[in-house]
């Protein structure tokens, strides 16, 4: 299974230069694996040393945040979307 | 054979360059390159051909080093960035200086970030590695950040010996290694301590910004929280140089190759702005003894805006450019090692770093 994934214009240049790519996996929890996988300088944007999801970076299974499902091995289908956001942090 | 001289303009929403042939009268700019990130350090490195290096950051993503080998069209994203450990408990979130190692070590590169830390490249920045005889000194409990964070913001190198280093954080102070890293001793002997709240005695000395002297490497000058300092014996003690200097807060501090130091006071610590609305550089043209104010040219209009620590610079060119960019965006320099000041037309995003790159044409 693919599923579409788009990032913020500002970090284009960590993904071959693209916001909208696919990443393959069976889950979602494979999805994301394979995100930090397949584009490590990806990574270091969206996760801290501690390999925490940054405060202000968002990362949306469809329509809910991934910080609040209760797991991540949810089978994928076709269409899904993974979206990674900056949270609106004032401003 | 011509010079060609790039005044590399980091902003927190990008980086500029502006161009000029040696007699630095006509600007051509390029840029924004890097348009959104958070750009605090820069530097031009033409030791294996010409190569920027950018330290960029932003709130939300992190700090991470680009480099350019074609002027700023185009960037690569350094993978193994600096970054701390996840077991050291420290977090990397801007990365405050980049510079040349010694001219013996072609290949090195050094960046101090924040949270305070000193990372090294003997690859020419493809890899780098945390400096832990630092951060593992045992006043590392006590180092409390400054307004500013707790940043690392400048590295000097003895050009006559590789292994010996200075470091100077905000609200910590200076530390000197003479063993290439492997040990730090703190030089914080004659400046003021400030308060905070840390049970170390020896550290939390609010340094804005340190030079060293281009002839001789015992003899360094610091723009303090509160003062102006030097040393003459490689930083074991200060002493302080305020002759003349109508404030004693400010943040940068440049010296030309011909030792003429300049400094850009501000109000007080609690009113950051230029004095009394007047944007003055000052001058030292006898390594402290007195300061003046320094040429002509600058606005006679009221200016409240101010001079962050990284954003004053010199080339090395003779007489010596002087560049300084303001938190308001505006970019002032001088050809004449400060006589005659100008603007170089242009409003920037507020300006974060200046320096500067000569490069034979």
Redesign the interface.
């Known amino acids: 299974m693919e599923i579409t994934v788009t990032v913020p214009?500002?970090?284009r240049?960590?993904v071959g230069g693209h916001t909208t790519f696919t990443i393959a996996g069976a889950t979602l929890d494979q999805a994301l694996r394979q995100l930090r996988a397949t584009y490590?300088?990806l990574r270091?944007?969206?996760f801290?040393?501690?390999?925490q999801l940054?405060p202000?970076?968002l990362i949306f299974y469809n329509a809910e945040s991934i910080a609040w499902l209760e797991r991540l091995d949810i089978p994928l289908q076709p269409g899904d979307r993974l979206d990674v956001l900056?949270?609106v942090?004032g401003g | 054979m011509a010079n060609q001289v790039i005044v590399l303009v980091g902003t927190t929403k990008g980086a500029f360059f502006f161009h000029a042939d040696e007699r630095r009268r006509e600007w051509r700019m390029t840029g924004p390159h890097l348009g959104?990130?958070e750009v605090y350090s820069l530097l031009g490195d033409n030791r294996h051909g010409p190569r920027i290096y950018a330290g960029t950051g932003?709130?939300?993503?992190?700090a991470?080093v680009r480099v350019s080998e074609d002027f700023g069209t185009s960037?690569t994203?350094v993978?193994a960035?600096p970054?701390?450990?996840?077991e050291?408990g420290?977090?990397?979130k801007r990365i405050w200086q980049i510079v040349p190692g010694h001219s013996s070590e072609p290949d090195t590169l050094y960046a101090g970030v924040e949270e305070a830390g000193l990372f090294v490249s003997r690859d020419r920045g493809t890899s780098w590695q945390e400096v832990t005889g630092l951060t593992q000194h045992p006043t590392r409990p006590g180092w409390a950040p400054g307004n500013g964070g707790l940043c690392l913001h400048t590295i000097l190198i003895d050009p006559h010996n590789p292994r010996r280093m200075w470091v100077a954080m905000s609200a910590v102070g200076v530390f000197r290694t003479d063993d290439g890293g492997d040990s730090w001793k703190v030089c914080n002997l004659g400046l003021p301590e400030v308060p905070t709240g840390e049970p170390y005695p020896e550290i939390g000395r609010c340094v804005h910004k340190m030079v060293l002297d281009p002839q001789d490497s015992n003899t360094m000058y610091l723009q303090f929280h509160w003062g102006v300092f030097k040393s003459t014996d490689g930083a074991d003690s200060w002493q302080p140089i305020e002759q003349g200097v109508p404030s004693t807060f400010g943040f940068p501090m440049a010296v030309t190759r011909a030792g003429e130091l300049f400094v850009i006071p501000m109000q007080s610590d609690g009113e950051r702005y230029m004095k009394e609305g007047h944007l003055r550089v000052y001058r030292s043209q006898n390594r402290g003894a007195s300061w003046e104010i320094s040429g002509s040219g600058l606005p006679e209009y009221p200016v409240y805006s101010g001079v962050l620590r990284d954003a004053l610079a010199v080339d090395a060119l003779e007489p010596a450019g002087v560049y300084f960019g303001t938190g308001m965006g505006e970019l002032f320099y001088s050809r004449d090692s400060g006589e005659r000041w100008e603007q170089i037309p242009a409003q920037l995003p507020r300006i974060t770093s200046v320096k500067t790159w000569v490069l034979e044409a």
């Not at chain 1, 801290?48 to 390999?51: I, K, L, R």
């Not at chain 2, 970054?83 to 996840?86: G, L």
């Open positions: 214009a500002l970090l240049d960590c490590p300088l270091v944007h969206l801290d040393e501690a390999e940054r202000h970076v900056q949270a942090s | 959104g990130w932003h709130f939300v993503y992190g991470t960037w994203q993978e960035s970054s701390y450990s996840k050291s420290f977090a990397l």
